[in-house]
């Protein structure tokens, strides 16, 4: 039976659930320092595919790939607590301000390095930005079939993967073969919960930036056990044209913020009396709003 190679792309992102009035910066970005940060959520739904695949075929490996500032590596991780093998960081100043396009540049580029995968799985979409490129945008730029919006991989066998995808009016199972991308709906299953014994196992799990900066006493670990190292990867690491990261690789650029603030309109409350539904059903009729 074959193992496969598998790689999540995750996001950590500031959760949009807390959003307060210092959520904006002045130039239209997101003041991610002011929010909570969070495993994006339909990144979970796209790991939780990748450990069912993993628990399919023995030999097979889940590594996150992750693209952000040093604290990212808490998303790397939050998914070895969970099942996954490891992760790689990648992380530069070069990369502040990518906008989708800039984003994914980077990251195949990280992907040609790391070659003899099998599968790219991603969440569909981010909630800090809702795009939804990022995935397609990686396939495309490394030359692979994409399937998008996959709820559930249903079977891999001769060499290709059997999807069902959750569209707007119904369900589609289709079959590409290896290697491909997909991205993941949140209408997927949701990621199993942390692993006491992986929690044991991996959390002392480190980049070489936060060993540096650690004050440890068992710093001896990450010589006696290299899965505790989270590689962590430069514009150095990667062979990248420095015009198409960050800034001046995204044409996206934000023209206007505005605060919407939401009011309460007028409400009633009703019992389930029935005078006050004879009442309520009245008053609906005669606005024309139902009948």
Same mark, same amino acid.
């Given at each position: 039976m074959k193992a496969y190679k598998i790689i999540v792309l995750a996001k950590q992102v500031p959760d949009?659930?807390? $959003?307060? =009035?210092?959520?904006?910066?002045?130039?239209?970005?997101?003041n991610r320092a002011a929010l909570p940060a969070i495993f994006n959520p339909e990144d979970l739904n796209a790991l939780e595919q990748a450990l069912r695949i993993k628990d399919r075929f023995p030999g097979s490996t889940v590594t996150i790939l992750t693209m952000g500032p040093g604290r990212a590596a808490e998303i790397i991780r939050e998914g070895m607590f969970r099942g996954a093998d490891g992760g790689i960081l990648l992380t530069d100043r070069a990369f502040a301000g990518s906008d989708t396009l800039a984003t994914s540049y980077a990251i195949s580029r990280a992907l040609k390095k790391v070659k003899d995968f099998d599968?790219?799985?991603?969440g569909r979409q981010a909630i800090d930005g809702d795009t939804a490129q990022v995935g397609p945008q990686v396939a495309e730029k490394l030359g692979l079939p994409q399937v998008t919006y996959v709820e559930?991989?249903? /079977?891999?066998?001769?060499? /290709?993967?059997?999807? /069902?995808?959750?569209?707007?009016?119904?369900?589609?199972? $289709?079959?590409?073969?290896?290697?491909?991308?997909?991205t993941v709906n949140g209408s997927a299953p949701d990621c199993r919960a942390r692993n006491a014994k992986l929690i044991m196992k991996y959390k002392h799990a480190k980049t070489v930036?936060?060993?540096?900066?650690?004050?440890?006493?068992?710093?001896?670990? &990450?010589?006696?056990?290299? &899965?505790?190292?989270?590689?962590?990867?430069?514009?150095?690491?990667?062979?990248?044209?420095?015009?198409?990261?960050?800034?001046?690789?995204?044409?996206? =650029? $934000? =023209? /206007?913020?505005?605060?919407?603030?939401?009011?309460a309109k007028e409400a009633k409350v009703i019992t389930s009396a029935d005078s006050d539904i004879d009442d309520l059903m009245r008053e609906l009729i005669e606005s024309h709003t139902i009948g």
């Open positions: 949009t659930r807390n $959003v307060g =009035k210092d959520a904006m910066k002045a130039d239209g970005t997101i599968i790219v799985i991603a559930e991989i249903q /079977k891999i066998e001769n060499g /290709k993967v059997e999807m /069902k995808r959750r569209l707007e009016r119904g369900v589609e199972t $289709v079959s590409c073969p290896v290697p491909l991308v997909l930036t936060e060993l540096q900066n650690s004050n440890e006493d068992y710093l001896h670990l &990450y010589n006696d056990r290299p &899965y505790l190292n989270i590689p962590e990867w430069t514009v150095n690491d990667i062979e990248v044209d420095h015009a198409e990261l960050g800034l001046s690789g995204s044409p996206t =650029k $934000v =023209k /206007k913020v505005e605060n919407v603030v939401l009011q």
